[in-house]
T-cell receptor, first 113, second 117 residues
Framework: AQKITQTQPGMFVQEKEAVTLDCTYDTSDPSYGLFWYKQPSSGEMIFLIYQGSYDQQNATEGRYSLNFQKARKSANLVISASQLGDSAMYFCAMRGGSYIPTFGRGTSLIVHP | GAVVSQHPSRVICKSGTSVKIECRSLDFQATTMFWYRQFPKQSLMLMATSNEGSKATYEQGVEKDKFLINHASLTLSTLTVTSAHPEDSSFYIC?????????????FGPGTRLTVT
């Protein structure tokens, strides 16, 4: 069974500062993928970043980077230089061999001007 | 990137009626589509996995006779909420996994907000 844990229900950050959103996971699959999605108030799920379990390097996509620590089973999302438009719900998800994704409970991020 | 559409985006229906929600992959073929339900300020809950040409696989606790899923083609899956009740009011999101290409890519539709009065 797969499990994703996001322990931060809400986070606040000042505009232009960096913020880290926590995600830990548990799985028995030897090969898996980790994802982060952004969900603004409109409801659409926006794919941000992906990390494969065998990837040696941490994934980066523009201002987003994934701090992947396999031994600790953590996949934290780092957003650099926060913008007001970054205010949204953020979901961590994983997918194992079954290709069926499991989502965490989400973290609400509010960026203050 | 690939696009998934959902129709309608919002629907209000009366208790006891049925509602059909369509999920389409616009520029790619999707062997597998997923249907999720999301309550306010909560996570996405997987309802069922829909495979083209075969019966959907429902998650535990999801009534398959109430939530009918049909995946008749590689670009279309439908979710029909039968005999809807106010407790079925929710945000329903579909996602599609591309048949070819990067196997990890999963594309989400914009969601359908269902309100049952």
């Amino acid at each position: 069974a797969q499990k994703i844990t996001q322990t931060q229900p809400g986070m606040f950050v000042q505009e232009k500062e960096a913020v880290t959103l926590d995600c830990t996971y548990d799985t028995s699959d030897p090969s898996y993928g980790l994802f982060w999605y952004k969900q603004p108030s409109s409801g659409e799920m926006i794919f941000l970043i992906y990390q494969g379990s065998y990837d040696q390097q941490n994934a980066t996509e523009g201002r987003y980077s994934l701090n992947f620590q396999k031994a600790r089973k953590s996949a934290n999302l780092v957003i650099s230089a926060s913008q007001l438009g970054d205010s949204a719900m953020y979901f961590c998800a994983m997918r194992g061999g079954s290709y069926i994704p499991t989502f965490g409970r989400g973290t609400s991020l509010i960026v203050h001007p | 990137g690939a696009v998934v559409s959902q129709h309608p985006s919002r629907v209000i229906c009366k208790s006891g009626t049925s509602v059909k929600i369509e999920c389409r992959s616009l520029d790619f073929q999707a062997t597998t589509m997923f249907w999720y339900r999301q309550f306010p300020k909560q996570s996405l809950m997987l309802m069922a996995t829909s495979n083209e040409g075969s019966k959907a696989t429902y998650e535990q606790g999801v009534e398959k006779d109430k939530f009918l899923i049909n995946h008749a083609s590689l670009t279309l899956s439908t979710l029909t909420v039968t005999s809807a009740h106010p407790e079925d009011s929710s945000f329903y999101i579909c996602s599609a996994r591309e048949t070819s290409g990067n196997s990890y890519e999963q594309y989400f539709g914009p969601g359908t907000r269902l309100t049952v009065t």
